[in-house]
C-alpha cells in the first residue's frame, strides 16, 4: 500500500483540476532504470490500463503498473514547496539508498 500526505492529496487535486482532467485521471508512479542511484521514479497524470494497480485515497488515485509494484510497496508520497525544491517526494522503505535529490534509489537486493 501507498500513502499520500495531505499536502499530496491537496497538491494532486490542484494539479488534476488545474489541467482539466477527468476523475478518472491520476498519478501515475513508475521505477525504471535509470538516474545516478540505479532506478528512477517517474511520475505522470494518466488514466489506467487493465493491468495496473489503482490506489485511492481522499478523493485521488496512485496508477502503479505492475512491474513498478514491488520497488514501491510501502512507499509515502508528500508534496514539498521550499526555497530549494518544489515537487513530490517519496519516502521509500524499499529503498537501500538514494540519492542526494530524491529522485533515483538503489533497491534492496530483495525488492524485485
Do not use: W
Not at 20 to 38: I, N, P, S, Y
Not at 49 to 56: E, L, T
Not at 64 to 79: K, N, V
Request: proline letters at 3%.
Amino acid at each position: 500500500m501507498i500513502s499520500l500526505t495531505s499536502s499530496a492529496v491537496e497538491h494532486l487535486k490542484s494539479l488534476i483540476a488545474e489541467k482539466q482532467a477527468d476523475e478518472a485521471t491520476g498519478l501515475r508512479l513508475r521505477v525504471e532504470k535509470g538516474g545516478c542511484a540505479g532506478m528512477q521514479y517517474v511520475m505522470a497524470l494518466d488514466q489506467s490500463k487493465a493491468d495496473d494497480v489503482v490506489q485511492a485515497q481522499d478523493g485521488v488515485s496512485i496508477i502503479i503498473d505492475p512491474e513498478s509494484m514491488g520497488f514501491l510497496r510501502g512507499c509515502q508520497i508528500d508534496y514539498v514547496d521550499s526555497l530549494a525544491d518544489a515537487g513530490f517526494k517519496l519516502t521509500n522503505p524499499n529503498a537501500a539508498r538514494s540519492c542526494g535529490c530524491g529522485t533515483s534509489f538503489e533497491p534492496q537486493t530483495s525488492s524485485n
